[in-house]
């Protein structure tokens, strides 16, 4: 029996540490999960929350934050790159077209910082999004798509994709009229307290103010306010204070009424690898909208020096805000609307080569970035993999909650 002690000892010892081995790889699996922010969450309408439970795409859009600093979590080891332009959260439906344009847009939170954050952003958007399409053995030959269209872009930061199909397409489909545009427009205003609305109505003559010392060409009255509220539109945006306001625009006529959108700039604290800004947080929204969006703004600005409070009963605090006006012809493109993995294909090139021409414009610099592409490309799709599968993991539990 004593002979024996050893060997009994040895083998207790052995289940003993495949026991805790196993709990921690349980443990890291239960890790292994991108969360939204809880605070985020809360603050979500209750519709809003039944979509982030019924699609992993909206739950993709919706924790972006989270999806970004995992992102520069994996490649701390990468301190070599350029500082691009970046979206900030690039995305298939974050392509939008109007009557004359195309092209990605939002860049509520843009900043500047290495080309892995916008890559790695729209490759895992590619992947969700032939997973709901059923279109799963297509999406390596999309992911090489969206490289040559960045490739495309660095080269040559003035070159346009042809227009794709697509946007025809969704240009043809009814839409709203001038005045069923602004009636819908009020219809998203949701009610505002005494004291917002009036501040509203005061900061907006502020801004009139300010922006016809560069805009002489708007009339005097052009920002009164006609009616205004609290907006509650978005995803990713959706815990993000915003103001849309109806203004009297050219004429005291109603048909050329003007419908207005003032933001709180996102806060991206958290994200270790981004670039410190060294300008006015709202600034990063515009600058990015001009230099890297196509969507032409007739009002693009931020305000002289505040906009709107940040809290009505806290009317002394202030946050910086930008200011936007509406295109009655403005239409996001969805993941449903693709006809064809060769509709999707033509969007998913030609946002390569828009996030492309985010890069420097210095020649030494660009050709680092081209460098960095070659060098990082097979890591950034392995990468990819990995985090969609934790977002799926945190798409799977949150929704069971």
Not at 61 to 87: E, G, K, Q, T, Y
Not at 363 to 374: F, K, P, W
Request: with cysteine; hydrophobic share 40%; proline share 4%.
């Amino acid at each position: 029996m004593e002979s024996k002690r050893p060997a009994y000892l040895f083998f207790s010892l052995l289940v003993f540490l495949l026991a805790i081995c196993v709990v921690l790889v349980q443990q890291s699996s239960a890790g292994g999960r991108l969360r939204p922010s809880p605070t985020a969450v809360a603050s979500a309408p209750t519709e809003l929350v039944n979509r982030l439970r019924a699609d992993a795409f909206t739950y993709f859009r919706f924790v972006n934050r989270s999806w970004a600093a995992r992102v520069c979590d994996a490649f701390h080891d990468v301190s070599d790159l350029p500082i691009v332009r970046l979206h900030g959260d690039a995305h298939v439906e974050q392509y939008a077209l109007t009557d004359n344009e195309w092209g990605l847009t939002d860049f509520d939170d843009s900043a500047r910082g290495p080309e892995f954050i916008d890559i790695v952003r729209f490759l895992g958007s590619i992947d969700l999004a032939t997973r709901q399409r059923g279109w799963t053995s297509d999406r390596d030959a999309l992911w090489d798509r969206f490289f040559a269209g960045y490739r495309a872009g660095l080269a040559n930061p003035a070159y346009r994709s042809p227009e794709p199909d697509i946007v025809r397409v969704l240009r043809g489909q009814e839409r709203r009229n001038r005045a069923a545009f602004l009636s819908w427009g009020e219809s998203q205003m949701e009610p505002m307290p005494a004291a917002a609305s009036k501040s509203v109505v005061e900061n907006m003559e502020a801004f009139e103010r300010f922006i016809r010392l560069e805009r002489p060409d708007l009339g005097s009255g052009y920002f009164a306010v006609k009616r205004a509220g609290w907006l509650r539109m978005g995803v990713g945006s959706t815990a993000l204070r915003k103001v849309l306001i109806r203004v009297q625009g050219p004429t005291n006529e109603d048909d050329d009424d003007e419908l207005v959108e003032a933001k709180e700039v996102a806060n991206l604290d958290g994200v270790s690898c981004l670039a410190e800004s060294t300008t006015a947080p709202a600034l990063r929204v515009v600058d990015a909208t001009r230099q890297l969006g196509r969507m032409k703004h007739d009002i693009l600005a931020i305000g002289p020096t505040v906009l709107i409070p940040a809290a009505a009963d806290r009317a002394e605090h202030w946050r910086s805000w930008w200011v936007s006006n509406w295109e009655a012809s403005y239409r996001e493109v969805r993941v449903d609307d693709f006809r064809s993995i060769e509709d999707l294909a033509d969007i998913v090139y030609d946002s390569g080569v828009q996030l492309g021409a985010g890069a420097p414009t210095d020649g030494s610099a660009r050709n680092q970035a081209v460098s960095a592409i070659m060098r990082l490309e097979g890591r950034m799709r392995k990468e990819t993999s990995t985090i969609v599968e934790e977002l799926l993991a945190g798409w799977r539990e949150f929704a069971t909650r």
